[in-house]
């Protein structure tokens, strides 16, 4: 079964501090994605990568930056929190071709971290 | 241009009824229209997809309808169960799914016993 794995479900941290968000998935894709979730807002796209080392910035890149330094890991960074940092964040990879619908190859989500900057 | 528009923001339906919920978009290059149901406490899951060479799209009980001239499409859950109940997000994106998404801003459904 596949898996996008976010390390922590939630976390608690102090305004400024530096803040890392882990995301490992195990379907052996290129590209990867960071979202935010916020009520009324949907889901919007923070930052995504298509390969090693390669970032593009989504709609929302203020406040943040990322790292991809292996194929299966992309860390989304807080460089100075802030209260309205406060939000669900939504690690994504596509499915491997051949699983699923190939032509599409739909985007499969973690569980989420939800986020509290107090 | 790069918006998806949803609603209702919630939505409210008794057990076996039809919980019909609705997306616009403006960019006419989208061409791959995905709609994701997330329960509490877990991630966005694919329910449905559609690409804009048809105009309907039916799994089970959830059906998509799309219009590409009125650039609408909407997702259709016949004989609602209170199982249904989560939130549902519609998406956009140009090409496959495997690039970015632009998301709808959320519908919540409750499905009454």
């Known amino acids: 079964d596949v898996k996008v794995t976010q390390s922590s479900r939630y976390l608690v941290k102090r305004t400024g501090e530096k803040v890392f968000l882990e995301c490992v998935q195990d379907?052996?894709?290129?590209?990867m994605f960071w979202y935010r979730q916020d009520p009324g807002l949907g889901l919007r796209l923070i930052y995504f990568?298509?390969?090693?080392?390669?970032?593009e910035k989504g709609d929302i890149p203020e406040g943040y930056s990322v790292s991809r330094e292996k194929k299966e890991r992309f860390s989304l960074i807080l460089e100075s929190a802030s209260t309205n940092q406060t939000s669900m964040y939504l690690c994504?990879?596509?499915?491997?071709?051949?699983?699923?619908?190939?032509?599409?190859?739909?985007?499969?989500f973690g569980d989420g971290t939800r986020l509290s900057i107090l | 241009q790069q918006q998806v528009k949803q609603s209702p923001q919630s939505l409210i339906v008794q057990k076996g009824g039809i919980s019909i919920i609705n997306c616009a978009y403006e960019?006419?290059?989208?061409?791959?229209f995905p709609w994701y149901q997330q329960f509490p406490g877990k991630g966005p899951a694919l329910l449905i997809a559609?690409?804009?060479?048809?105009s309907e799209k039916k799994e089970g009980r959830f059906t998509i309808s799309f219009n590409k001239s009125a650039k609408q499409f909407s997702l259709h859950i016949m004989d609602s169960q209170p199982g249904d109940s989560a939130t549902y997000f519609c998406?956009?994106?140009f090409g496959q799914g495997a690039q970015k998404l632009v998301f709808g801003q959320g519908t919540r459904l409750t499905i009454n016993p």
């Open positions: 994504a990879s596509p499915y491997p071709l051949g699983q699923g619908d190939v032509s599409n190859q739909p985007q499969h």
């Open positions: 379907m052996d894709h290129e590209n």
């Open positions: 990568s298509y390969d090693v080392k390669m970032k």
């Open positions: 960019n006419t290059a989208f061409d791959y």
């Open positions: 559609i690409r804009p060479d048809v």
């Open positions: 998406a956009a994106s």
